[in-house]
Antibody, heavy 120, light 113 residues
């Protein structure tokens, strides 16, 4: 059974940093690209970032480019996102999402999410 | 960036009756590999999103057969043949054809009359 468990969320002041983690199990982690998708309170879904299975390719939304860094540790089956220079508009639930591994970049499994609140 | 537009944004339905949600993309979602990477997600209250349908019409593992997807090019539809109480929530269409980025529809809230 595929499981994705996010952690690291919390309350942080504007301008500060936070690192989220996602522990994956139930599949061969290194074989799959992974993504972060966020959802501001009461709002829709917004893609944040994606990393290839090897970690060699990364992609970012314009809204986080230069501030967020996605990474992975395939030895520990863990996905990360380092979030720097946080802003109030980064307040959201952050979901860890698995890419299907079939053709293309479709996603299949979603974690439960971790809430990040940026406020003074 | 492809813009995804869903209608309606809210859909009150009667238990046991059908419901349908439309999703239109600003550009064709046919990929150069011939596939159309249009998915439907369900988000029940207080829960994370869950994949229902991928590549227009393929039901994901464990998804009841009352859910079906159809469409082509830029116009797509999610249909629930007989709505059950557990179907209440928000439904999103999502495209992965022109990645990056992934883009999502605004969401359609399904509620029981």
């Amino acid at each position: 059974e595929v499981q994705l468990l996010e952690s690291g969320g919390g309350l942080v002041q504007p301008g500060r940093s936070l690192r989220l983690s996602c522990a994956a199990s139930g599949f061969t982690f290194a074989n799959y690209a992974m993504s972060w998708v966020r959802q501001a309170p009461g709002k829709g879904l917004e893609w944040v970032s994606t990393i290839s299975g090897s970690g060699g390719s990364t992609y970012y939304a314009d809204s986080v480019k230069g501030r967020f860094t996605i990474s992975r540790d395939n030895s520990w089956n863990t996905l990360y996102v380092q979030m720097n220079s946080l802003r109030a508009e980064d307040t959201a639930v952050y979901y860890c999402v698995k890419v299907t591994g079939r053709q293309g970049w479709e996603v299949d499994y979603w974690g439960q999410g971790t809430l990040v609140t940026v406020s003074s | 960036e492809i813009v995804m537009t869903q209608t309606p944004l809210s859909s009150p339905v009667t238990l046991g009756q059908p419901a349908s949600i439309s999703c239109r993309s600003s550009q064709s979602l046919v990929h150069s590999d011939g596939n159309t990477y249009l998915s439907w997600l369900q988000q029940r209250p207080g829960q994370p999103p869950r994949l229902l349908i991928y590549k227009i019409s393929n039901r994901f593992s464990g998804v009841p057969d009352r859910f079906s997807g159809s469409g082509a090019g830029t116009d797509f539809t999610l249909t629930i043949s007989r709505v059950e109480a557990e179907d209440v929530g928000v439904y999103y269409c999502m495209q992965a054809t022109q990645f990056p980025p992934y883009t999502f529809g605004q969401g359609t809230k399904l509620e029981i009359k």
